[in-house]
């Protein structure tokens, strides 16, 4: 990457509020995130040049769209501000993340205020479910599944059981770290839920099947709630940096991202992939790309991963496709702990989608939200000591819209 675009801070709301219980609205979400996003930047509305919203399905939830016409709601210095919406599923974040760096990039603006936002427990869980299902190919895909996204990624798990064998046990202890790492995130769904050990295991009563291989704590969370990161052109952080008395150099910037869109149906990303080790290559290219335009080797050169774990399977796919182990050996990685808090390369240190929460339209901006936060040091109980380059891996439909990201300080 030629061009730096810092990251000035941002905010993310408490993943444990139903919105909608408290009888508050959209807007009210969008509101309280970027105001938060705003302050921890300390930056002031008249100071953002441009806004970009990442959501998947509000018009579904909540009859909503438009929602770039929010920003001038939540301030009067917003009113006139240019704003776009971004959709690509459960990565619309990231693809926001992407539209506001090209356009910091190519010098049309130096400010972008990106926020991602979800209502999404407004409406009983089938409903839910049939909603979400939109980021797959409808009337094609897990036709009878009552649960479509856990048929699709049961399905998964049976490519890699035929392919190279699965062990369930290994899924449960993904599941188990990540609600372990919620326990120390202050704004984790999770984070004052209790289990015991017969949670993560196969007993029907305390851990019961959702769709095939997928039991309920195989599974991310339906969650409400936004984030917001402030992005800047490099000319602007360094006076940024001057104004707020801040060494340049502990300013965290993207340093390298990927992105790569697979057909849509999952089928047809299965027999595609025969010539390749990698179930998904798509994601390993996303990966690989971020790795690339970062200058960096590999996960070696890694403090800590973000990743898309809306189901334990798909952190497990994660695992080989960062390149962690080869393909078919995740395994390995969970047994020898290295994806733990306190391992080689923490994986999820916030929790995930399983312990922190999943309002599909934020996850990728609060990745990177959280990457920022341990490359300065400020992710409090979630932090890795030293960690100074952070990846991210953001995942829209059954591995359709695939976004990865680098941040660093070095």
Known sequence: MNKKIYILGGSQTDFAVNWSRSEKTLYDLFSKVVLDGLEGAKMEAKDIDVGHVGNFVAELFTGQGMLGGYFGHVHKDFSGMPSSRHEGACASGSLAILAAMSDLES????????VGIELMKNVPG???????????????????????????????CDVYNNRYGLNYEHLNKISKINFSNAKNNPNAQTRNWSFSDKSF???????????????KQDCGQV??????????????AHDYAIKNNINIDN??????????????????KLTENTESNYI???????????YKRAGIRGPKDLDAIETHDCFSIT???????FGITKPGEAW?????GIIEKSGALPINPSGGLIGLGHPVGATGIRMVLDGAKQTTGSAKDMQINGAKTIATYNVGGSGTTNVSFIVSTK
């Open 107 to 114: 010098g049309r603006y130096e400010t972008a205020c990106v």
């Open 126 to 156: 089938t409903i839910a479910a049939k909603n979400l299902g939109a980021a797959a190919w409808v009337g094609r895909e897990a036709v009878g599944a009552k649960y479509l996204w856990p048929a699709m990624f049961s399905d998964l």
């Open 201 to 215: 295991s196969t007993n029907d009563e305390f851990n019961p099947v959702i769709e095939g291989w997928m039991r």
């Open 223 to 236: 969650t409400d709630g936004g984030a917001v990161i402030i992005l800047a052109t490099e000319t602007y």
């Open 251 to 268: 300013l965290p910037y993207i340093k390298g991202w990927g992105h790569t869109t697979a057909p849509l149906l999952m089928s047809t």
């Open 280 to 290: 998904f290559p798509w994601t390993r290219k996303a990966i690989t790309d971020a």
């Open 315 to 321: 952190e497990y796919m994660a695992i080989e496709h």
């Open 332 to 336: 390995k990685a969970i047994e020898e």
